[in-house]
RNA sequence: GACCCCAUCGUCUAGAGGCCUAGGACAUCAGCCUUUCACGCUGAAGACACGGGUUCGACUCCCGUUGGGGUCACCA
């Protein structure tokens, strides 16, 4: 049997964490076993579907590296389909109409809440002769549920579960309206799509039993329902906006890499072994449901900062630059040249080493691709007070006649220097470091002279001498 | 409320009855490296929710308690 999966998001939002997490299993899965991931998008909610959450999703995912196989399965194109499949249970006897009214559907409700049964309706249009139907009421297509028994799913995550019949009322096949339940449309629509495997939040696992129900209704057979734990927000309870249940898109606007937000989220309920870095080639060699843990797991920034700069350290140089020479020209407020390009690229291999975020990265860029005079901030500016220009201005003229302009004999003549006047070498070096970055923190100091350039070098320790 | 699911360091997890003196990773702390900040390296602290069973032996199996979560629509 070849194994087909699908990701099946409601555009009725972004792409958000766990939606990008579930698409990862589905996709893993199947590309571990040479099958397909399909995508459909569940778009028969049609006030709260919109075409701009369609492109956010699609791009989401395109971000994130996930292709689906055939091409995308829109939902309500399929409303027909659907239908007719419930007039055939109606046929058959499986299924029934039901004239309710929502005022007496809530009054049932009610009546249920209170008395703790969990059949909220009472399935009083089941036997019910249609020739009783009242004038003038569109009625709604319910299934003819097994009343007693109890319905099992075989989950590949969570195992066994069985619950009693008498729990599951009848649900709604067909609206008043004719268009389609979910629960119509996805039973469907996995039937015909051929899905062997569902793998979905845990909070479907409730809805596995309808569709279960549905299946033997329709006389097909089940899929492989594998139902993984939901993310929660570092305090335990449901991700909030605040805590990260974000679109992917504000996870790249905040500077994480896909690579690293893939890893992070495969790690966040799956594991092989100690592995902890592991490339896709590699997640689709080890990824099976087995090792899909049960619990809920909480959401944890600083891990992924941490795989976040690991992968942005693997990142090739050329790329970096790529990622960050837009928002670098935003902030330098000019227009970057091909000289300036190049110094990125020339100093990225000190750069990258120090940032978690590209966001960080381009930040802590920004010096090299600064116009003169330099802003120096506060604490550098305490670097260069009247002693430590002093010592700049008798440096001076040595660097400027440094041959040849690279990092180790940059390194050596400043070491010279600084042993000859009798100074520990950040007395230098630190003061140097204000006067070519603007800044108390920055990669190798011989490093970025190098980068910068003699001219450059030379013109930045000048400004401050002055 | 009813039903269902879950439960190992702060967090993500390894652990399929003896391999556990419970392992790894992130975070934390200390030290080393060092011109700064990082990276890297070394080390420390840190968990089997609780109570009963089963067993020669339970983190591992069963039951209960507690705690957390999910679902209860003519939404998906």
């Known amino acids: 049997?070849?194994?087909?999966?699908?990701?099946?998001?409601?555009?009725?939002?972004?792409?958000?964490?766990?939606?990008?997490?579930?698409?990862?299993?589905?996709?893993?899965?199947?590309?571990?076993?040479?099958?397909?991931?399909?995508?459909?998008?569940?778009?028969?909610?049609?006030?709260?579907?919109?075409?701009?959450?369609?492109?956010?999703?699609?791009?989401?995912?395109?971000?994130?590296?996930?292709?689906?196989?055939?091409?995308?399965?829109?939902?309500?194109?399929?409303?027909?389909?659907?239908?007719?499949?419930?007039?055939?249970?109606?046929?058959?006897?499986?299924?029934?109409?039901?004239?309710?009214?929502?005022?007496?559907?809530?009054?049932?409700?009610?009546?249920?809440?209170?008395?703790?049964r969990a059949r909220l309706y009472d399935g009083r249009w089941r036997d019910r002769d249609p020739a009783e139907a009242p004038a003038g009421v569109d009625p709604v297509i319910r299934l003819k549920a097994p009343l007693e028994g109890e319905t099992t799913i075989e989950d590949l995550v969570q195992g066994e579960v069985t619950v009693a019949n008498q729990q599951l009322d009848d649900m709604v096949l067909l609206r008043a309206d004719g268009t389609p339940t979910y629960m119509l449309s996805v039973v469907v629509d996995d039937h015909d799509m051929a899905v062997t495997h569902v793998i979905r939040g845990d909070d479907h696992l409730t809805n596995a039993f309808r569709q279960t129900q549905l299946y033997r209704a329709l006389d097909w057979a089940t899929p492989a329902f594998a139902h993984i734990p939901l993310i929660h927000g570092p305090d335990g309870a449901k991700l909030s906006k605040r805590h990260g249940a974000l679109g992917v898109e504000a996870y790249r606007d905040m500077g994480y890499l896909p690579e690293a937000l893939n890893n992070y989220l495969l790690r966040l309920g799956w594991s092989h072994g100690d592995e902890e870095i592991i490339s896709r080639d590699q997640a689709v060699q080890w990824f099976d449901l087995d090792a899909v843990g049960r619990g809920a797991a909480r959401f944890d920034f600083a891990k992924l900062e941490n795989l976040n700069g690991h992968y942005i350290r693997e990142a090739d140089d050329e790329r970096l630059v790529a990622l960050i020479h837009g928002p670098l020209e935003s902030a330098a407020g000019h227009t970057l040249e091909p000289a300036e390009l190049a110094r990125l690229k020339a100093g990225m291999a000190g750069l990258k080493m120090r940032a978690k975020t590209l966001n960080d990265l381009a930040e802590s860029a920004a010096f090299y691709v600064a116009k003169r005079p330099l802003s120096v901030t506060d604490k550098a500016a305490k670097l260069l007070d009247d002693e430590a220009r002093a010592r700049l201005a008798a440096l001076a003229p040595r660097l400027a006649g440094a041959e040849p302009w690279r990092e180790a004999d940059l390194e050596a003549l400043v070491r010279a220097f600084a042993e000859a006047e009798e100074l520990k070498l950040g007395k230098v070096a630190q003061p140097l470091r204000a006067a070519l970055t603007g800044s108390t923190a920055s990669p190798s100091l011989f490093e970025v002279m190098e980068v910068l350039g003699r001219e450059e070098s030379m013109a930045r320790i000048g400004d401050q001498l002055v």
Request: charged content about 25%; glycine content about 8%; overall charge negative.
């Open 1 to 116: 049997m070849t194994v087909v999966t699908r990701f099946a998001p409601s555009p009725t939002g972004f792409l958000h964490i766990g939606g990008a997490r579930t698409a990862l299993f589905n996709w893993l899965f199947a590309r571990h076993h040479g099958g397909s991931a399909r995508l459909r998008i569940e778009d028969t909610d049609r006030k709260r579907s919109t075409p701009e959450a369609i492109e956010a999703i699609l791009a989401g995912l395109d971000w994130l590296g996930l292709d689906w196989d055939d091409e995308v399965v829109y939902q309500a194109e399929r409303a027909e389909r659907h239908a007719a499949c419930a007039k055939s249970l109606l046929e058959q006897g499986r299924a029934y109409y039901c004239y309710c009214s929502p005022e007496e559907l809530a009054e049932m409700r009610q009546a249920a809440r209170a008395a703790g």
